[in-house]
């Protein structure tokens, strides 16, 4: 099959009289594909509005006989789905907003200011990147665990509060940024911090955004760090939260399916009404390798 | 770069007091934590424990005789040799697609994208039930009149079928990442070994590919030191299950870590195995595509 794409890809679009099929063939193919991305999704939330008889009768079937939303209901109450959907939001929101801020006025501190052991530091941070997070997972829970903030919220959001790819790629971002407006302001008696906020950052709106989603997202999905650190039931991100539903004595498939949609649903949301700053960020990314 | 510096003595404290929490914060958790996890795997560690006794390389040499561990780590090793090029032929297939049909549309970019976005607790929720004996693949492939294994319960189709889930989740995100270098490629390249009397697979070959090795060397290393740390799909759909079949060496450092007691130092020298391990596939596949490099 991969053999039939890859020929269909290399079709010349040129020669005139067989462009129209070519074309449409590569829609067929792409929308092919596009059914495939999208299947597994329409087959969880049809799932998610069964009654759990109706599910466990007909788990295939496509359309949910009757309409239920008890499985919502269960996840909320039996499934604390509320509390951990709760967490997650917190936690996602306060990295986001912690990693910006200081990701930020350290890439400003590099791009713009000259100090002693900058150019150490920074290879530091380039460093660090390269680090697979299989070795650094032992060593930050048991830091973690000498502060004294194992199993709390502080534990699972410390570590995140910095980023060093956000600091390379701000920076990156502020070294475009012409100085002549800094100076302007610098000469009316704008202080360091004041060009920062009210001069770099509103500039570099496109790229705090980017990374912003890009730490949102990441902080949203993830799924070992807090796993590691948490035991307490009531601290649990929404990722651990419906991983546990199925170790729990109640096992509605259904309900399971209905915290998967919740899960999910405010990423869905972002990437669509955001693409351009995802998708275009990611592409981005890509080419500085 | 100079020019846009700021003047000033005060400039130099400013600057520490400006870079320094960022700098304290990656500088304790990755410089000092790798030192720290070092450490660990030349002692017989447990946090709770009043004397951690040295005992030199000796977790090193527990873990490569751990039938359990090497296990791990050869079906790691499976699971990257599958994965990684299904991923990326998927993904490059999928961007000469879109880029031959007009750059693809916003809305179908968009849910090729989709899936990498969603969580992977939620995709590996999904797949269990996808995968089932009388699961939705098995009957999407019964339509063409093969019988699929029920793959997770299988010890032969179990990693394979990680590989299908780990494809479908991630083929949408570097599709974008190849579909940004294909369009940075000039188009009067194409032009030219057109008019050298090129044919399409020619085209492919001496003009894409290597004006793409970039991105390819970009993506290999991504997906390579990705997949290595492969966990949650694992830890959700089989927990290293059927007969081990599917135990890989994260979920090994995360039992002996985290829910053994006193195994942490030898935890700690399975991760700078892992690391190793990656390293030397990255050390390859530089070597290896610089060796390819031809125009530029």
């Given at each position: 099959?991969?053999?039939?794409?890859?020929?269909?890809?290399?079709?010349?679009?040129?020669?005139?009289?067989?462009?129209?099929?070519?074309?449409?063939?590569?829609?067929?193919?792409?929308?092919?594909?596009?059914?495939?991305?999208?299947?597994?999704?329409?087959?969880?939330?049809?799932?998610?509005?069964?009654?759990?008889?109706?599910?466990?009768?007909?788990p295939y079937s496509l359309w949910p006989n009757p309409l239920d939303l008890a499985a919502y209901a269960r996840a909320?109450?039996?499934?604390?789905?509320?509390?951990?959907?709760?967490?997650?939001?917190?936690?996602?929101?306060?990295?986001?907003?912690?990693?910006?801020?200081?990701?930020?006025?350290?890439?400003?501190?590099?791009?713009?200011?000259?100090?002693?052991?900058?150019?150490?530091?920074?290879?530091?941070?380039?460093?660090?990147?390269?680090?697979?997070?299989?070795?650094?997972?032992?060593?930050?829970?048991?830091?973690?665990?000498?502060?004294?903030?194992?199993?709390?919220?502080?534990?699972?959001?410390?570590?995140?509060?910095?980023?060093?790819?956000?600091?390379?790629?701000?920076?990156?971002?502020?070294?475009?940024?012409?100085?002549?407006?800094?100076?302007?302001?610098?000469?009316?008696?704008?202080?360091?911090?004041?060009?920062?906020?009210?001069?770099?950052?509103?500039?570099?709106?496109?790229?705090?955004?980017?990374?912003?989603?890009?730490?949102?997202?990441?902080?949203?999905?993830?799924?070992?760090?807090?796993?590691?650190?948490?035991?307490?039931?009531?601290?649990y991100p929404i990722t651990v939260g419906i991983a546990s539903f199925r170790s729990d004595a109640w096992i509605f498939?259904?309900?399971?399916?209905?915290?998967?949609?919740?899960?999910?649903?405010?990423?869905?949301?972002?990437?669509?009404?955001?693409?351009?700053?995802?998708?275009?960020?990611?592409?981005?990314?890509?080419?500085?390798? | 770069?100079?020019?846009?510096?700021?003047?000033?003595?005060?400039?130099?404290?400013?600057?520490?007091?400006?870079?320094?929490?960022?700098?304290?914060?990656?500088?304790?958790?990755?410089?000092?934590?790798?030192?720290?996890?070092?450490?660990?795997?030349?002692?017989?560690?447990?946090?709770?424990?009043?004397?951690?006794?040295?005992?030199?390389?000796?977790?090193?040499?527990?873990?490569?005789?751990?039938?359990?561990?090497?296990?791990?780590?050869?079906?790691?090793?499976?699971?990257?040799?599958?994965?990684?090029?299904?991923?990326?032929?998927?993904?490059?297939?999928?961007?000469?697609?879109?880029?031959?049909?007009?750059?693809?549309?916003?809305?179908?970019?968009?849910?090729?994208?989709?899936?990498?976005?969603?969580?992977?607790?939620?995709?590996?929720?999904?797949?269990?039930?996808?995968?089932?004996?009388?699961?939705?693949?098995?009957?999407?492939?019964?339509?063409?009149?093969?019988?699929?294994?029920?793959?997770?319960?299988?010890?032969?189709?179990?990693?394979?079928?990680?590989?299908?889930?780990?494809?479908?989740?991630?083929?949408?995100?570097?599709?974008?990442?190849?579909?940004?270098?294909?369009?940075?490629?000039?188009?009067?390249?194409?032009?030219?070994?057109?008019?050298?009397?090129?044919?399409?697979?020619?085209?492919?070959?001496?003009?894409?590919?290597?004006?793409?090795?970039?991105?390819?060397?970009?993506?290999?290393?991504?997906?390579?030191?990705?997949?290595?740390?492969?966990?949650?799909?694992?830890?959700?759909?089989?927990?290293?299950?059927?007969?081990?079949?599917?135990?890989?060496?994260?979920?090994?450092?995360?039992?002996?870590?985290?829910?053994?007691?006193?195994?942490?130092?030898?935890?700690?020298?399975?991760?700078?195995?892992?690391?190793?391990?990656?390293?030397?596939?990255?050390?390859?596949?530089?070597?290896?595509?610089?060796?390819?490099?031809?125009?530029?």
């Amino acid at each position: 099959m991969t053999d039939g794409l890859s020929q269909a890809a290399l079709k010349s679009p040129w020669p005139g009289s067989r462009r129209g099929v070519t074309a449409a063939l590569l829609s067929l193919v792409i929308a092919a594909g596009a059914v495939t991305m999208i299947a597994p999704y329409v087959w969880l939330v049809v799932n998610s509005l069964k009654t759990v008889e109706d599910f466990s009768r007909h788990p295939y079937s496509l359309w949910p006989n009757p309409l239920d939303l008890a499985a919502y209901a269960r996840a909320f109450t039996l499934g604390r789905v509320g509390i951990y959907l709760g967490n997650s939001l917190f936690y996602a929101l306060v990295a986001t907003t912690v990693q910006l801020f200081l990701d930020s006025i350290a890439a400003f501190a590099f791009a713009r200011m000259e100090f002693r052991g900058r150019t150490t530091a920074f290879t530091m941070l380039l460093t660090t990147m390269m680090l697979p997070g299989a070795v650094t997972l032992i060593p930050t829970y048991l830091i973690i665990v000498h502060l004294g903030i194992a199993d709390t919220r502080l534990g699972v959001l410390l570590p995140g509060f910095a980023g060093a790819f956000g600091i390379f790629m701000l920076r990156q971002f502020f070294l475009n940024i012409p100085a002549d407006l800094e100076d302007a302001a610098r000469i009316d008696g704008c202080s360091t911090f004041g060009i920062y906020s009210r001069i770099i950052l509103p500039l570099a709106r496109p790229a705090l955004i980017t990374l912003g989603l890009f730490i949102f997202i990441g902080a949203w999905s993830d799924f070992l760090w807090p796993l590691v650190v948490l035991t307490d039931w009531d601290l649990y991100p929404i990722t651990v939260g419906i991983a546990s539903f199925r170790s729990d004595a109640w096992i509605f498939w259904n309900s399971v399916f209905a915290g998967s949609v919740i899960a999910s649903f405010p990423l869905i949301c972002l990437t669509i009404l955001a693409q351009k700053h995802i998708i275009g960020g990611i592409a981005l990314s890509g080419m500085k390798g | 770069m100079k020019s846009a510096s700021l003047p000033g003595r005060s400039s130099n404290r400013v600057a520490y007091l400006f870079a320094g929490p960022a700098i304290l914060l990656i500088g304790t958790f990755s410089i000092i934590g790798i030192a720290y996890s070092f450490w660990i795997s030349l002692h017989d560690y447990d946090v709770l424990a009043a004397r951690n006794p040295f005992v030199g390389l000796e977790n090193y040499r527990a873990a490569l005789s751990d039938e359990l561990f090497r296990l791990s780590l050869i079906n790691t090793s499976y699971y990257v040799l599958l994965a990684v090029p299904s991923i990326m032929c998927g993904a490059l297939v999928l961007a000469l697609l879109a880029d031959k049909a007009g750059r693809g549309s916003p809305l179908v970019k968009v849910i090729y994208f989709i899936p990498s976005i969603t969580p992977g607790v939620v995709v590996s929720l999904l797949w269990v039930w996808l995968l089932r004996d009388d699961g939705a693949l098995n009957q999407v492939l019964g339509l063409v009149g093969i019988a699929g294994p029920n793959w997770l319960q299988d010890p032969r189709a179990a990693m394979p079928a990680i590989v299908i889930v780990a494809t479908w989740q991630a083929v949408g995100y570097y599709m974008v990442i190849f579909m940004a270098g294909l369009s940075d490629i000039p188009k009067m390249y194409y032009e030219a070994a057109t008019i050298d009397g090129a044919g399409p697979f020619g085209r492919f070959r001496h003009v894409t590919v290597p004006l793409l090795r970039n991105t390819f060397v970009f993506i290999t290393a991504m997906l390579i030191i990705g997949s290595y740390q492969v966990f949650t799909q694992v830890y959700i759909m089989t927990n290293g299950g059927p007969q081990n079949a599917t135990e890989v060496v994260q979920a090994q450092i995360f039992r002996n870590a985290f829910q053994y007691v006193g195994k942490t130092g030898y935890a700690a020298a399975m991760a700078w195995v892992l690391f190793a391990v990656i390293a030397v596939f990255i050390a390859v596949q530089m070597r290896f595509m610089r060796s390819r490099r031809l125009y530029d």
